[in-house]
T-cell receptor, first 120, second 115 residues
Framework: GAGVSQSPSNKVTEKGKDVELRCDPISGHTALYWYRQSLGQGLEFLIYFQGNSAPDKSGLPSDRFSAERTGGSVSTLTIQRTQQEDSAVYLC??????????????????FGPGTRLTVL | AQKVTQAQTEISVVEKEDVTLDCVYETRDTTYYLFWYKQPPSGELVFLIRRNSFDEQNEISGRYSWNFQKSTSSFNFTITASQVVDSAVYFCALSEGSGSEKLVFGKGTKLTVNP
């Protein structure tokens, strides 16, 4: 497909288990973002990848959360020892990110359908 | 710190009414970008518009229009002659002009358009 895809669409897990969420960005998009959407906190930024640069991890809520992006394309978000408060929809987005700071260098982020995580 | 406020939690209108969704932002950056996204019941966030801080021109796209005013730090969104298909949660978002350009979202406004 032409859009951002995420898998699984739904994940139910038990407290304490580890989970992996996958994101396939739009082909050719160099920037990849993870966000989390929950009732209490709204939409929150988690982590950002751009090319070979060091990722911006400033939004990760704890060290139980980690993410990697292999080959500049697919990304995996891992949550270790899940807690009930981790229950949320995890959204992935990608964009074309050109170098420079001019307005024309920035492009909108396109979002995937999300993975709904439920921790029992 | 960046912040986006959407004071209207829920709005309900009757079809064909005009409706304006408010968005107020805070940032210390001189270069920044503003966005509106739509999240229909299906759940997927749909990009509607991007505005950069250098361009205060208002924009119209069909029944949608946006009013960007730097003097009041607002970026309001108006739907003219609303339709049932416009029912969704609408998010306003802000991104700084440097670094990761991550989006800071408002809490969203749930719009219900009744037939």
């Amino acid at each position: 497909g032409a859009g951002v895809s995420q898998s699984p669409s739904n994940k139910v897990t038990e407290k304490g288990k580890d989970v992996e969420l996958r994101c396939d960005p739009i082909s050719g998009h160099t920037a990849l973002y993870w966000y989390r959407q929950s009732l209490g906190q709204g939409l929150e930024f988690l982590i950002y990848f751009q090319g070979n640069s060091a990722p911006d991890k400033s939004g990760l809520p704890s060290d139980r959360f980690s993410a990697e992006r292999t080959g500049g394309s697919v990304s995996t978000l891992t949550i270790q020892r899940t807690q009930q408060e981790d229950s949320a929809v995890y959204l992935c987005a990608s964009s074309i990110r050109r170098n420079g700071r001019a307005p024309s260098s920035y492009n909108e982020q396109f979002f995937g359908p999300g993975t709904r995580l439920t921790v029992l | 710190a960046q912040k986006v406020t959407q004071a209207q939690t829920e709005i309900s209108v009757v079809e064909k009414e005009d409706v304006t969704l408010d968005c107020v932002y805070e940032t210390r950056d001189t270069t920044y970008y503003l966005f509106w996204y739509k999240q229909p019941p299906s759940g997927e966030l749909v990009f509607l518009i991007r505005r950069n801080s250098f361009d205060e021109q208002n924009e119209i796209s069909g029944r949608y229009s946006w009013n960007f005013q730097k003097s009041t730090s607002s970026f309001n969104f108006t739907i003219t002659a609303s339709q049932v298909v416009d029912s969704a949660v609408y998010f306003c978002a802000l991104s700084e002009g440097s670094g990761s350009e991550k989006l800071v979202f408002g809490k969203g406004t749930k719009l219900t358009v009744n037939p």
